[in-house]
Nanobody, 124 residues
């Protein structure tokens, strides 16, 4: 089970930090963040594989968002800086067992478990 929280209403230029706590075994999994804005498809934001040394980002958030994880707490975070109105979306965390290939990280099909989502609204 995944539980994401930390969303809210902020102004453009502000920062926000999301958290996603996982219950159950996720060792070796890939943990990802996706978002879905009004009328849009779910979009890849960031991903990290537990035990890996690389973090993957979507083009629209590179340089502004930072993903991190605490394996001891089985929790991942998404630090979002310089927020823009176009970042407004429901943010979902996800976990996937098929972590051997990074090509799986960028699509929703690469994940097996999803949290309920947390809403981020950025006003202009």
């Amino acid at each position: 089970q995944l539980q994401a929280f930390g969303g809210g209403l902020v102004q453009a230029g502000d920062s926000l930090r999301l958290s996603c706590a996982a219950s159950g075994r996720t060792s070796g999994y890939v943990m990802g963040w996706f978002r879905q804005g009004p009328g849009t498809e779910r979009e890849f934001v960031a991903a990290i594989k537990w035990g890996g040394d690389r973090i993957y980002y979507g083009n629209s958030v590179k340089g502004r968002f930072t993903m991190s994880g605490d394996s001891a707490k089985n929790t991942v975070y998404l630090q979002m800086n310089s927020l823009k109105p176009e970042d407004t979306a429901i943010y979902y965390c996800a976990a996937g067992q098929r972590s051997e290939s990074a090509s799986n990280y960028y699509s929703v099909q690469g994940y097996d478990y999803w949290g309920q989502g947390t809403l981020v609204t950025v006003s202009s």
